[in-house]
């Protein structure tokens, strides 16, 4: 069932919760240990519970009252928040962690009780994992039917794309994390657990600048994916009031769409009728097409011939 507009998805809240307390484990882990792999996890993990309260906050100032200065209400603070979001995975989750296995790696610092690093590790896999399960099946069964990168690409709902990126990075960085340690442990050279501690940090740059990459997508101005265009351009191809589709868009505005049409009509007689004409397909294009919030229906003459867009 999908959440009402209001809601905050389930994904964020999976992975605030998860994040907390694999923060918890991976600072007190570090600090017994020394392990620079294991203070990286925990500096990424803080860093990813800040993201679900600006993933959370701007949900909710998404869905304030459209006013007269914002008449398509405020859903793209999504996309601002997001990019927050994802400058701070790249700065904190990323250089950060580079930052202490570089550190760690010229200083040659010891490695003590690794096998505690690597049982914190393994815990912290574990629950990483059954967030990102439970984040994945979040998703609408049939949206998440054609494969979780093609929802990843066509997506507009940022709070779950990011937390869904996020588990999966943290996942990743978690198995980076445990190579680095687990090596460290089996040879002794602490050199291991720096350079895994590197490793976390090239795979949370790696995720961010994926995630900036989508965010400007959307900032821009993205068409909604091309199974919802190609559907709803049957439904219009199929009306028998409308003789010639000339123009359709279709853009993406947070995780709702704006549609706009310009149609030649088919035996417009009268202006009452004309009104009355585009009302009905206006209405019944949102009945089946609930995401559809905002519909502009521009009547055309068959003189005007195509148009150039």
Not at 134 to 154: N, P, T, Y
Not at 220 to 245: F, H, N
Request: aromatic share 8%; hydrophobic share 50%.
């Amino acid at each position: 069932m999908r959440a009402s507009a209001r809601q905050v998805p389930r994904a964020v809240y999976y992975a605030l919760a998860s994040n907390v307390v694999v923060t918890i484990c991976k600072f007190a882990a570090a600090a017994y240990t020394h392990s620079g792999a294991t203070l990286a996890e925990a500096a990424h993990s803080s860093a990813d519970c800040v993201n679900q309260i600006l993933l959370i906050a701007g949900r909710r100032a998404a869905h304030g009252d459209a006013d007269e200065q914002h008449p398509l209400g405020f859903g793209r603070e999504t996309h601002f928040y997001a990019m927050l979001v994802a400058i701070q995975f790249f700065l904190v989750g990323g250089l950060v962690s580079v930052g202490i296995g570089a550190w760690r790696l010229w200083h040659r610092s010891e490695f003590d009780h690794p096998e505690v690093a690597v049982a914190v590790l393994l815990a912290s896999a574990a629950i990483e994992g059954s967030a990102l399960r439970a984040s994945i099946r979040s998703i609408d069964r049939k949206r998440r039917a054609g494969g979780l990168w093609r929802w990843f690409r066509e997506t507009g709902e940022l709070e779950v794309m990011l937390s869904i990126g996020e588990d999966a990075a943290a996942l990743a960085s978690v198995l980076v994390s445990l190579a680095g340690t687990g090596l460290a442990a089996l040879t002794g050279w602490a050199g291991f657990d720096a350079i895994g501690s590197i490793g976390v940090g090239c795979v949370m740059m790696a995720t961010a600048v994926f995630s900036l990459r989508e965010i400007k997508s959307l900032i821009v101005g993205e068409a909604a994916r091309a199974s919802v265009r190609t559907a709803m351009r049957a439904w219009l191809d199929a009306r028998p009031e409308i003789a010639r589709v000339v123009t359709f868009v279709v853009l993406r505005w947070s995780d709702s769409l704006l549609v706009a049409i310009q149609a030649e009509l088919a035996n417009p007689r009268d202006a009452e009728t004309l009104v009355r004409t585009i009302d009905a397909i206006e209405r019944d294009l949102q009945r089946d097409f609930p995401a559809a919030r905002w519909i502009y229906f521009e009547p055309e003459l068959r003189e005007h011939g195509e148009h150039p867009v």
